[in-house]
């Protein structure tokens, strides 16, 4: 009984190598120079070519740029949906309206369509409005998340009504209540929430790749994919691009991972 | 289900608001009185409207733009009308039935894997006994926040036969070199690794979470009662965490079966189609060939078993009480 | 009342505004074709082309934007494969959303041509036919469409030969320039294996790339391909059937390196594991300057024949500049192309800045084509090329259902190479799979 502290501990931190593992290796990699990225054995030590991968990476994609333009798209997007989702997910669990039940079942129904499907009739109708290569193109469609509002609603739904009731006796509107008291009860998954879109955000590829034209719009999952041409790739570019797209990210679960792990708490563990 | 608040430092740490449900005895769940309700009718539909809105242009209209495409061939000016024939050629399609193949196998291999691995990393979290535990914590999560291309460029070169970084560690321990991502069998392992790297840390978290929202009194009652931790963990551990597992296995089922992100850059869905995956092989048909009409009868075919599976799992666990 | 909205009223308001997106949405449906298009001669025009062949595009613009005041011209680098998912969205949404110039490869325009009609603009209208002669030989019936229009002009072409490391045959005590055959090569490769331990080229065996230009090769050299010029399916013809032997016969003769996995082909040539590399015209400049310590080692010769005494020469791919249907400013966009494309100097320009081999045969008359080249050990390195083109290889015929083609021969060729199948039996089964899937015939 004494040694499963050490054991269980030895344990996990031989899991907790093998998911950080490939990313120190990537970050190693990154500092390569490109014909030393294939060398055996693999360069386990950083290379001095950090700066060089990087001002090759400025000049062909223009990565400030690419950076700036992959922050606003995952931030608005978050904003975005965190807002939609707690409106949603609000109505849910506290009000009874017709059509409610329908428009939840299909709301999750859509989950069972695969999104590659759904690209077609999607950038047709984003030709149609004039926004394609928009910084909206690629934001509107992540809007609505069937996951999110369903996990709004499973948290909100725990909310006890009298607190709510409380506040509308005191002659508060519905979005002070919100404001107020929704919101601030509710921070953890909240948070939880934002960060899941977020990552979305931030990653996604096949869509931002169709609906943007200009490189000056493109995201860094685009940018990076374009660096990729017949035989003539630069590896540790790739690379480092890869792995500057994990660090900002990363960062924002390093502020939010208190709140998260409460928040997933309070939204998938209820009924 | 719990009378007190659940325990645990994450939770009480949330946020300064978070002591306001704490006065509140969070048991009952009255509705709101029916008046009120009648003189606030709008509110909810004003609440929805942002997620209705969004949900008939981004969600529906592509959903039943594409639904009737399944149903017609050509494409551009020569589209026209062709009942149930894509239906038709795919059940008459090999490479449907190997995509299928492939796609149940992952999904009968990965998901349990995976998912038993998360439960195994979650208990070890949630220990008392273990140090460091925000540490291992963040590392096990840290994976599930790549994306696609990063995770691609990265296990594409971890993987490569000669100079990949899985072969040099795997040559310390003298086995020999690995042809992954090469060789159908080792492929398949190769992708499944992937998948499993990627997200076991998310489903351990989630689990995580769960753990610390069962009651401790119930773990002390069982104590009392003289239970072991063996059965402490079928009698309480698992039927507490009953929601939880049963949305991870709904998410991973819907995950894996459409699966595309690992194929698509990792192997192409090769070799010689071991791991051509449904979703791989419907974005062959729409993106390389051009046939849109098949593609999307591709999808609805895959959403109809999506649907029967979710439903079945549900069925499974959401009512054994 | 704090809230002024009746029910009745957002009712309403949801239901107008989903029509208006429902109407709106059939609108962009109903309008495929070129209803977008338009003739315009001035204006700012977008060019979509890949890493270096955008570079070398990107040289073009100061000469024209000079020569053609009113028009400008925007270069944009997709990435390749990304650039083929682009177009393909923008033709499937009826051509809108499109660059005005779009750089396309022989291995998806009769696929766009015959799929999408009315995506590519009519160059004929502007004259392009007058072009017909200009280029290399076999690429022209590539451009025209079945409504017997022009709908695109070549840029690049990239005509076979075979890199051979003049080093390892000298040590094995073999001639390379008597071998004219891969009968021959098969029967000296054992030679420079065992004198170097060089293998003699090197495949990705399990097609992870879907890279199947050699085994296409070997059947250009037969004047075959996956389909006749009745696009009637050959994919398990005696050529094809021939082309997966020799294949096969270099793996049993342990021959074939595998060079699957990113990086793996240019790690083997850089330890000089490998003898030879059958590889097209850009790869001249290619070799040069990614293993410029291999300088003087290298030499190239036109590709031995896939049967004794069969012919020598063979196109391994082009590309080509189309203009969008939907263009509004067609005639600027038809410009740029026609600037680009024919005129001799700006073609040579983009050749020496981008190593884009140029088709346009007025280009090959520039003495550089018979310059010697220090890295070949002096030898004319793209004079054997352009010799090659002067030979003459049929055209081939793509068809709209190259990709499929493509696939299942990967798969064949897979199964053939990690699995032991027989090669006529592997492509009989693929060419009746490609029969089911595309309804075409097999040729008798």
């Known amino acids: 009984m004494k040694a499963r502290g050490p054991l269980l501990t030895l344990l996990l931190a031989g899991a907790f190598g093998l998911c950080v593992g490939p990313f120190y290796w990537l970050a190693v990699a990154a500092t390569q120079d490109d014909k030393d990225v294939f060398s055996w054995p693999p360069a386990l030590l950083p290379g001095g070519h950090l700066m060089e991968n990087l001002r090759g990476l400025q000049e062909s994609v223009g990565l400030t740029r690419v950076l700036l333009n992959t922050l606003v798209v995952a931030g608005v997007q978050t904003v975005g949906a965190v807002t939609v989702s707690v409106l949603a997910g609000y109505a849910f669990a506290k009000f009874e309206f017709r059509g409610r039940n329908l428009f939840f079942v299909l709301l999750l129904s859509t989950l069972v369509v695969p999104d590659t499907v759904m690209l077609i009739p999607i950038f047709k109708m984003m030709m149609t409005f004039g926004l394609i290569d928009s910084y909206q193109s690629v934001i509107l469609p992540g809007l609505v998340t069937p996951f999110g509002i369903f996990l709004m609603r499973q948290s909100l739904r725990s909310m006890p009504d009298e607190l709510l009731d409380a506040a509308r006796v005191d002659g508060a509107g519905e979005l002070r209540v919100l404001r107020q008291i929704v919101i601030p009860v509710n921070r953890p998954v909240i948070a939880a929430l934002a960060l899941f879109v977020f990552l979305g955000g931030w990653n996604q590829f096949v869509w931002p790749l169709i609906a943007l034209r200009s490189p000056e719009m493109y995201t860094l999952p685009v940018a990076t994919a374009t660096l990729q041409g017949l035989s003539t790739t630069n590896y540790a570019q790739v690379l480092l691009a890869g792995a500057i797209a994990a660090v900002p990210v990363m960062a924002l679960f390093l502020v939010l991972q208190r709140q998260f792990i409460s928040g997933l708490l309070a939204g998938a563990t209820k009924e | 289900m719990a009378l007190a608040p659940p325990p645990g430092p994450t939770r009480a740490a949330g946020a300064a608001g978070a002591a306001a449900p704490a006065a509140v005895p969070p048991a009952g769940r009255r509705r709101p009185a029916r008046r009120r309700q009648l003189t606030r009718h709008s509110v909810p539909y004003l609440l929805i409207m942002p997620a209705v809105l969004g949900f008939a242009v981004f969600k529906a209209y592509p959903v039943a733009d594409s639904l009737l495409i399944s149903f017609t061939t050509g494409n551009d000016a020569d589209s026209h009308f062709a009942g149930l024939a894509n239906y038709r050629r795919l059940l008459a399609d090999p490479l449907f039935w190997t995509a299928l193949r492939n796609t149940g196998l992952i999904l009968a291999v990965q998901v349990p894997l995976m998912l038993g691995l998360a439960l195994l990393v979650a208990l070890g979290l949630n220990s008392t006994k273990v140090r460091l535990r925000a540490l291992w914590r963040l590392g096990v999560f840290v994976p599930s926040l790549t994306g696609l291309v990063a995770a691609g460029v990265m296990f594409s070169v971890i993987l490569n036969r000669d100079a990949g970084l899985l072969n040099w560690v795997l040559s310390l321990f003298g086995v020999d070199r690995v042809n992954w991502l090469g060789s159908p069998v080792w492929a398949r392992v190769g992708v499944v690794l992937v998948i499993t790297w990627h997200y076991t840390g998310y489903n351990a978290v989630m689990y995580l979470a769960g753990l610390q929202g069962i009651p401790t009194e119930l773990y002390e009652a069982a104590m009392v009662d003289g239970a072991g931790p063996v059965r402490r963990f079928t009698a309480i551990t698992l039927p507490q965490l009953r929601p939880i597992l049963l949305l991870t296995v709904v998410l991973s089922t819907i995950g894996t079966l459409q699966l595309f992100d690992e194929p698509y850059v990792l192997t192409g869905g090769g070799p010689d189609n071991a791991t051509l995956t449904v979703t791989m092989y419907l974005y062959d048909n729409g993106f390389k060939y051009f046939d849109f009409g098949y593609a999307s009868a591709l999808a609805y075919a895959l959403a109809l078993l999506v649907s029967v599976l979710g439903i079945v799992q549900v069925r499974l666990m959401g009512e054994r009480r | ?444």
Request: with cysteine; aromatic share 10%; net charge neutral.
């Open chain 3, 1 to 444: 009342m704090p809230h002024p909205l009746s029910r009745r009223q957002l009712l309403q308001l949801t239901a107008a505004s989903a029509a208006g997106l429902g109407l709106s949405a059939c609108g962009a449906g109903g309008s495929s074709g070129d209803a977008a298009g338009g003739d315009g001669d001035s204006g700012r025009i977008t060019v979509w082309s890949w890493t270096t062949a955008a570079e070398a595009l990107r040289g073009v613009v100061p000469s024209f934007e000079r020569d053609n005041p009113g028009i400008q011209v925007d270069i944009q680098d997709v990435g390749n494969p990304a650039i083929w998912d682009k177009i393909t969205v923008g033709l499937a949404s009826g051509g809108k959303g499109l660059a005005d110039v779009l750089h396309i490869g022989v291995d998806y325009l009769p696929g766009y041509l015959e799929k999408f009609p009315n995506g590519l603009a009519d160059l004929s209208r502007y004259g392009a036919d007058r072009y017909q002669d200009a280029f290399a030989q076999g690429l022209w019936p590539t451009v025209v469409g079945k409504d017997k229009a022009v709908h695109a002009l070549p840029w690049e072409v990239n005509p076979l030969g075979l890199f051979y490391r003049q080093d390892h045959f000298e040590r094995a005590g073999v001639d390379p320039t008597a071998l004219t055959s891969w009968d021959d090569l098969i029967a000296a490769g054992p030679k420079v294996l065992a004198a170097t331990g060089a293998q003699l080229l090197g495949l990705d065996k399990p097609g992870t790339t879907q890279d199947m230009d050699f085994f296409q090769n070997l059947m250009q050299l037969q004047d075959a391909f996956y389909f006749d010029h009745d696009g009637r399916i050959t994919l398990a013809g005696p050529a094809a059937v021939q082309a997966l032997t020799v294949i096969k016969r270099l793996n049993d003769a342990g021959l074939l390196a595998d060079t699957a996995g990113q990086g793996t082909w240019k790690r083997l040539v850089g330890e000089g594991k490998l003898a030879t590399a059958p590889y097209p015209a850009w790869a001249v400049e290619y070799l040069a300057t990614k293993f410029p310590d291999q300088s003087g080692k290298w030499r190239v010769m036109q590709p031995p024949a896939a049967v004794p005494g069969g012919g020598r020469s063979a196109i391994v791919n082009s590309t080509y500049l189309a203009v969008a249907a939907a263009s509004k400013r067609r005639r600027a966009a038809w410009r740029f192309v026609e600037y680009a494309l024919t005129k001799p100097a700006e073609i040579n320009r983009m050749f020496t800045s981008g190593g884009v081999f140029p088709a346009l045969t007025a280009a090959y008359a520039d003495p550089m084509f018979a310059a010697p080249n220090a890295f070949y050990g002096g030898q004319s390195a793209l004079k054997s090329f352009v010799d090659s083109l002067g030979a003459g290889s049929g055209a081939t015929n793509f068809t709209g259902d190259y990709a499929r083609a493509l696939k299942l021969a990967s798969d064949a060729q897979s199964q053939v190479l990690l699995k032991g199948a027989d090669p006529a039996s592997a492509l009989k089964d693929a060419a009746r799979q490609l029969a089911q899937q595309t309804g075409r015939q097999l040729a008798a």
